[in-house]
Protein backbone atom coordinates (compact mmCIF):
# COMPACT_ATOMS: atom_id res chain seq x y z
CA UNK A 1 0.00 0.00 0.00
CA UNK A 2 1.36 2.95 -0.98
CA UNK A 3 0.12 6.87 -0.37
CA UNK A 4 1.02 9.29 -3.50
CA UNK A 5 -0.43 13.06 -3.75
CA UNK A 6 -1.97 15.08 -6.68
CA UNK A 7 -2.47 18.99 -6.74
CA UNK A 8 -4.57 21.19 -8.56
CA UNK A 9 -3.17 24.71 -8.40
CA UNK A 10 -1.56 26.66 -10.70
CA UNK A 11 1.68 25.50 -9.95
CA UNK A 12 0.34 22.09 -11.31
CA UNK A 13 0.02 22.78 -14.87
CA UNK A 14 3.71 23.70 -15.77
CA UNK A 15 6.73 21.68 -16.00
CA UNK A 16 9.11 22.53 -13.10
CA UNK A 17 12.30 21.64 -14.62
CA UNK A 18 14.33 23.15 -12.42
CA UNK A 19 12.74 21.16 -9.06
CA UNK A 20 12.94 18.04 -11.39
CA UNK A 21 16.62 18.85 -11.64
CA UNK A 22 17.11 18.68 -8.07
CA UNK A 23 14.99 15.40 -7.60
CA UNK A 24 17.00 13.68 -10.49
CA UNK A 25 20.33 14.84 -8.43
CA UNK A 26 19.50 13.84 -5.29
CA UNK A 27 18.42 10.21 -6.46
CA UNK A 28 21.20 9.48 -8.98
CA UNK A 29 23.75 10.41 -5.78
CA UNK A 30 21.60 8.20 -2.95
CA UNK A 31 22.19 5.58 -5.68
CA UNK A 32 25.68 5.98 -5.74
CA UNK A 33 26.23 5.89 -1.89
CA UNK A 34 23.40 4.12 0.18
CA UNK A 35 24.28 1.00 0.98
CA UNK A 36 27.58 0.98 0.26
CA UNK A 37 30.43 -0.38 2.12
CA UNK A 38 32.52 2.93 2.82
CA UNK A 39 29.17 4.62 3.49
CA UNK A 40 30.69 6.27 6.73
CA UNK A 41 33.64 7.34 4.74
CA UNK A 42 31.25 9.58 2.59
CA UNK A 43 29.42 10.56 5.21
CA UNK A 44 32.95 12.08 7.33
CA UNK A 45 34.01 13.50 3.75
CA UNK A 46 30.98 15.25 2.68
CA UNK A 47 28.62 15.50 5.62
CA UNK A 48 28.35 18.64 6.65
CA UNK A 49 30.08 18.38 10.89
CA UNK A 50 29.87 21.14 13.16
CA UNK A 51 33.12 20.24 14.75
CA UNK A 52 35.02 20.88 11.69
CA UNK A 53 35.79 24.40 9.95
CA UNK A 54 32.68 25.25 7.18
CA UNK A 55 33.83 23.58 3.97
CA UNK A 56 31.92 22.32 0.49
CA UNK A 57 30.30 20.21 2.72
CA UNK A 58 27.58 23.28 3.27
CA UNK A 59 27.31 22.12 -0.67
CA UNK A 60 27.37 18.13 -0.76
CA UNK A 61 25.65 17.45 2.63
CA UNK A 62 22.36 18.26 1.40
CA UNK A 63 22.45 16.01 -1.07
CA UNK A 64 23.36 12.81 0.96
CA UNK A 65 20.41 10.45 2.20
CA UNK A 66 21.28 7.39 5.17
CA UNK A 67 18.72 5.34 3.63
CA UNK A 68 15.82 4.93 0.59
CA UNK A 69 13.05 5.52 3.43
CA UNK A 70 14.58 8.91 3.78
CA UNK A 71 14.67 10.08 0.25
CA UNK A 72 12.14 8.97 -0.60
CA UNK A 73 9.92 10.99 2.19
CA UNK A 74 11.93 14.34 0.89
CA UNK A 75 11.98 13.71 -2.53
CA UNK A 76 7.78 13.04 -2.40
CA UNK A 77 7.08 16.40 -0.66
CA UNK A 78 9.84 18.19 -2.55
CA UNK A 79 7.86 17.14 -5.71
CA UNK A 80 4.77 18.72 -4.93
CA UNK A 81 6.01 22.18 -2.40
CA UNK A 82 9.33 22.93 -5.15
CA UNK A 83 7.30 22.50 -8.22
CA UNK A 84 5.15 25.78 -6.75
CA UNK A 85 7.68 27.70 -5.46
CA UNK A 86 9.24 27.24 -8.86
CA UNK A 87 6.35 28.37 -11.02
CA UNK A 88 5.66 30.91 -8.51
CA UNK A 89 9.13 32.63 -8.50
CA UNK A 90 10.78 30.99 -11.41
CA UNK A 91 14.49 29.23 -11.57
CA UNK A 92 16.87 31.47 -10.30
CA UNK A 93 14.58 32.18 -6.91
CA UNK A 94 13.83 28.71 -6.86
CA UNK A 95 17.51 27.80 -6.62
CA UNK A 96 18.05 30.60 -4.11
CA UNK A 97 15.12 29.60 -2.18
CA UNK A 98 16.95 25.65 -2.26
CA UNK A 99 20.09 26.93 -0.95
CA UNK A 100 19.75 29.14 1.50
CA UNK A 101 16.74 27.14 3.34
CA UNK A 102 19.64 24.47 3.31
CA UNK A 103 22.48 26.84 4.29
CA UNK A 104 19.49 28.48 6.89
CA UNK A 105 19.21 24.92 8.39
CA UNK A 106 23.05 24.08 8.79
CA UNK A 107 23.76 27.57 10.32
CA UNK A 108 21.12 26.66 13.41
CA UNK A 109 22.39 23.36 13.24
CA UNK A 110 25.79 24.70 13.56
CA UNK A 111 24.27 27.56 16.55
CA UNK A 112 22.95 24.72 18.37
CA UNK A 113 25.60 22.06 18.33
CA UNK A 114 28.66 23.56 17.67
CA UNK A 115 31.21 20.78 18.91
CA UNK A 116 29.00 18.20 17.25
CA UNK A 117 30.31 15.28 15.71
CA UNK A 118 27.92 13.17 13.72
CA UNK A 119 27.28 14.52 10.01
CA UNK A 120 24.41 16.46 8.96
CA UNK A 121 22.74 14.99 5.68
CA UNK A 122 19.31 15.05 3.77
CA UNK A 123 17.20 17.29 1.91
CA UNK A 124 14.67 17.42 4.80
CA UNK A 125 15.35 21.29 5.53
CA UNK A 126 15.41 22.22 2.28
CA UNK A 127 11.82 20.73 1.88
CA UNK A 128 10.46 22.18 4.93
CA UNK A 129 11.96 25.71 3.94
CA UNK A 130 9.84 24.69 0.48
CA UNK A 131 6.78 23.79 2.41
CA UNK A 132 6.87 27.19 4.24
CA UNK A 133 6.37 29.43 1.04
CA UNK A 134 4.26 26.80 -0.86
CA UNK A 135 1.84 26.93 2.53
CA UNK A 136 1.78 30.57 2.21
CA UNK A 137 1.08 31.03 -1.14
CA UNK A 138 -1.56 27.87 -1.52
CA UNK A 139 -2.59 27.47 2.25
CA UNK A 140 -5.94 26.12 1.14
CA UNK A 141 -4.66 24.41 -2.13
CA UNK A 142 -6.72 21.45 -3.33
CA UNK A 143 -5.28 18.36 -3.21
CA UNK A 144 -5.33 14.35 -2.73
CA UNK A 145 -4.36 11.72 -1.16
CA UNK A 146 -4.00 8.64 -3.24
CA UNK A 147 -3.93 5.50 -1.67
CA UNK A 148 -2.89 2.75 -4.09
CA UNK A 149 -1.12 -0.68 -4.56
CA UNK A 150 1.89 -1.16 -6.77
CA UNK A 151 0.83 1.91 -8.69
CA UNK A 152 -3.00 1.07 -9.12
CA UNK A 153 -4.97 3.57 -7.36
CA UNK A 154 -7.66 1.97 -5.22
CA UNK A 155 -9.02 5.27 -2.79
CA UNK A 156 -8.57 8.72 -2.97
CA UNK A 157 -9.36 11.37 -0.25
CA UNK A 158 -10.03 15.60 -0.88
CA UNK A 159 -7.13 17.18 1.24
CA UNK A 160 -5.52 20.70 1.48
CA UNK A 161 -2.20 21.82 1.91
CA UNK A 162 -2.73 22.26 5.22
CA UNK A 163 -3.51 18.34 6.01
CA UNK A 164 -0.32 17.73 3.64
CA UNK A 165 1.93 19.80 5.65
CA UNK A 166 0.46 18.37 8.96
CA UNK A 167 1.94 14.40 7.67
CA UNK A 168 5.28 16.40 6.64
CA UNK A 169 5.73 16.97 10.36
CA UNK A 170 4.45 13.78 11.25
CA UNK A 171 7.14 11.84 8.84
CA UNK A 172 9.94 13.87 9.88
CA UNK A 173 8.50 12.66 13.65
CA UNK A 174 8.86 9.35 12.81
CA UNK A 175 12.15 9.71 11.17
CA UNK A 176 13.41 11.28 14.34
CA UNK A 177 11.90 8.98 17.44
CA UNK A 178 11.57 5.36 15.52
CA UNK A 179 14.34 3.17 16.42
CA UNK A 180 14.78 2.31 12.80
CA UNK A 181 17.96 1.10 13.32
CA UNK A 182 16.52 -1.17 15.90
CA UNK A 183 13.75 -2.60 13.88
CA UNK A 184 16.09 -4.97 11.50
CA UNK A 185 17.18 -6.85 14.99
CA UNK A 186 13.65 -6.94 16.41
CA UNK A 187 12.47 -8.42 13.23
CA UNK A 188 15.29 -10.99 11.36
CA UNK A 189 13.51 -10.94 8.08
CA UNK A 190 14.40 -7.33 7.63
CA UNK A 191 17.90 -7.73 8.08
CA UNK A 192 18.73 -7.77 4.40
CA UNK A 193 17.65 -4.02 3.72
CA UNK A 194 19.62 -3.23 6.42
CA UNK A 195 21.30 0.33 5.21
CA UNK A 196 19.34 0.83 2.26
CA UNK A 197 15.68 0.97 3.65
CA UNK A 198 16.94 1.87 7.34
CA UNK A 199 18.95 4.38 8.66
CA UNK A 200 21.21 2.13 10.68
CA UNK A 201 24.97 4.66 10.40
CA UNK A 202 25.20 7.47 13.27
CA UNK A 203 23.97 10.40 11.95
CA UNK A 204 22.51 14.38 13.55
CA UNK A 205 19.17 12.51 12.72
CA UNK A 206 16.18 14.75 12.00
CA UNK A 207 17.22 17.80 13.45
CA UNK A 208 14.51 20.04 14.48
CA UNK A 209 16.84 22.86 14.59
CA UNK A 210 17.70 22.97 11.42
CA UNK A 211 14.31 22.90 10.45
CA UNK A 212 14.09 26.03 12.59
CA UNK A 213 16.36 27.64 10.37
CA UNK A 214 14.90 26.61 7.42
CA UNK A 215 11.41 27.86 8.28
CA UNK A 216 12.75 31.43 9.58
CA UNK A 217 14.58 31.98 5.74
CA UNK A 218 11.66 30.47 4.20
CA UNK A 219 9.65 32.87 5.62
CA UNK A 220 11.76 35.67 4.82
CA UNK A 221 12.02 34.80 1.67
CA UNK A 222 8.36 35.16 0.93
CA UNK A 223 8.08 38.49 2.50
CA UNK A 224 10.46 39.44 0.39
CA UNK A 225 9.35 37.92 -3.15
CA UNK A 226 6.01 39.11 -2.57
CA UNK A 227 6.61 42.41 -1.87
CA UNK A 228 8.74 42.89 -4.86
CA UNK A 229 5.98 41.37 -7.03
CA UNK A 230 3.34 43.93 -5.33
CA UNK A 231 5.69 46.68 -5.98
CA UNK A 232 6.17 45.79 -9.48
CA UNK A 233 2.32 45.16 -10.33
CA UNK A 234 1.73 48.22 -9.00
CA UNK A 235 4.21 50.07 -11.74
CA UNK A 236 2.23 48.68 -13.91
Known sequence: MFIT??????????????????????????????GHADFMDV???????????????????????????QLVANMSFLFFFGKGVE???GMKRYFITYF?????????????????????????????????????HYPWGKMKWIFSFFGVPLLEIPSRTLLVMGLWAAVQAALAFIPWSELPKMMPFLGRFSGTVFTIHPTAGTAWDAHLGAVVVGLVLFVCYTGIQGKKKKKR
Open 5 to 34: FSDDTPASKRIPWANTFMIIVNVVIAYLTV
Open 100 to 136: FCGWAGEAAHLYFHPASTLALIGASRVVTGMGVVYLL
Open 43 to 69: LNRFGFIPARHLSWTVFTGLFLHSSWT
Open 87 to 89: NEW
